[in-house]
């Protein structure tokens, strides 16, 4: 069971990204090289100098990982990847292709591109989600899902109704596409490297990636940044909100899953256990009293608003890699004070 060592060269896509930024810092503080990639120069560049006391990081450049080939320069001299490229939102998705094809096609891709132009490497390690696990329409609440449970509902729903389906069910679809179709490669061609996916739920977290406007936020910080901002309204809550972990664990769970020999083969929930939008408000009032308009509620009332919630099990990851999990306080302290030094409210 092949694992790399420090001093290794690992390709991180989708480097420039929320998720793709914090993996690439972890391997680079880890004692790793990183080859990043990115869409633009510009964001390479702004890796460059963001990473520049970090260690040895360069960048490629890939406009469409959708395109056939995106990867073949990529993928070459490289010990070992990290896909984490693929989009992730829910709303004004104007065809299912938006979402499906750079999610499918970016991982079935890259896949082709290792076989191709670096069959030796190690391992690879896929950013899946817990989107690929969970089954909002055949499972009900309250449901504890492990690494076991699939996905079995949602690519049939967007088969039927295209992009009228929710917009949560075709990013579900996209998920389960992709996923399935790295474990698909791999029965299929046996290839001489191992797979691993890192399945997080909703990621929470100190942004660091390039970020102009609260408007490009991805889906998940813009959760947060919308309570602190005062967005929000009594009205909104309590807000359940589904299941979280602290992205630098999600990071962390990428490394692990590149450096345990035992975890070949798997599937990893990185994930702490469910949330509400009162939890993340009581949050914010307990470290930012400053901040104005962020509403109340119901303090302290996590168990009552989550007791029928949906949980991701991600005991496994801790016992098996080693992840100790960020409190949900400092994850969304965290995020608060990073939006606040980057948009000035």
């Keep these: 069971m092949p694992v790399i060592s420090k001093g290794n060269l690992v390709l991180v896509t989708g480097a420039s990204g929320f998720v793709g930024s914090h993996v690439s810092q972890h391997f680079l ?7 990043g990639t990115v869409r633009s120069e510009s964001k390479g560049e702004y890796l460059k100098k963001l990473f520049k006391n ?15 080939g995106a990867f073949d320069e990529a993928v070459k001299g490289v010990d070992a990847v990290a896909h984490t490229a693929s989009p992730f939102y829910v709303t004004n998705i104007k ?27 190690k391992r690879v ?24 449970d699939w996905n079995v509902d ?11 389906a929710p917009g949560l069910h075709i990013y579900n ?18 290839p001489n490297w191992e797979a691993v996916t890192i399945n997080p739920p909703v990621i929470f977290g100190e942004i660091i990636h390039e970020c102009p406007t609260p408007e490009k936020l991805n889906t998940s910080v813009a959760r947060v940044y919308e309570w602190a901002a005062g967005k929000k309204t009594e009205k909104d809550l309590p807000a359940a909100g589904g299941n979280w972990v602290d992205v630098h664990n999600v990071a962390e769970g990428h490394v692990l899953a590149l450096t345990k020999p035992d975890a070949a083969g798997e599937r990893f929930i990185v994930g702490n256990g469910p949330f509400a939008g009162q939890d993340i408000c009581d949050v914010i009032h307990k470290r930012f009293p400053d901040l104005k308009d962020v509403p109340v509620g119901k303090p302290g ?16 990851a801790h016992k098996e890699l080693g992840i100790q999990y960020v409190s949900l306080e400092d994850s969304v302290y965290q995020t608060v004070k990073s939006v606040r030094e980057r948009f000035h409210f």
């Design 301 to 316: 009332t996590h168990d009552e608003i989550t007791k029928d919630a949906n949980v991701f099990d991600g005991s496994k």
């Design 173 to 190: 679809a996209s998920k389960t596409l992709a996923e399935r179709s790295l474990w698909d490669f791999v029965e299929k061609n046996k």
């Design 125 to 148: 390690v896929v950013t899946s989600s817990v989107s690929a696990i969970m089954c909002v329409a055949s499972k009900k609440a309250p449901y504890t899902y492990t690494e076991k």
């Design 95 to 121: 065809s299912t292709d938006e979402l499906i094809q750079p999610a499918l096609h970016g991982t079935t891709g890259i896949l082709k591109s290792i076989q191709k132009n670096n069959p030796d490497v």
């Design 29 to 35: 503080k880890g004692g790793f090289k990183v080859r």
């Design 154 to 164: 949602s690519v049939g729903i967007v088969e039927e109704k295209g992009v009228d």
């Design 54 to 68: 970090d260690g040895d990081f360069d960048y490629v450049i890939v406009d469409d990982i959708a395109k056939d």
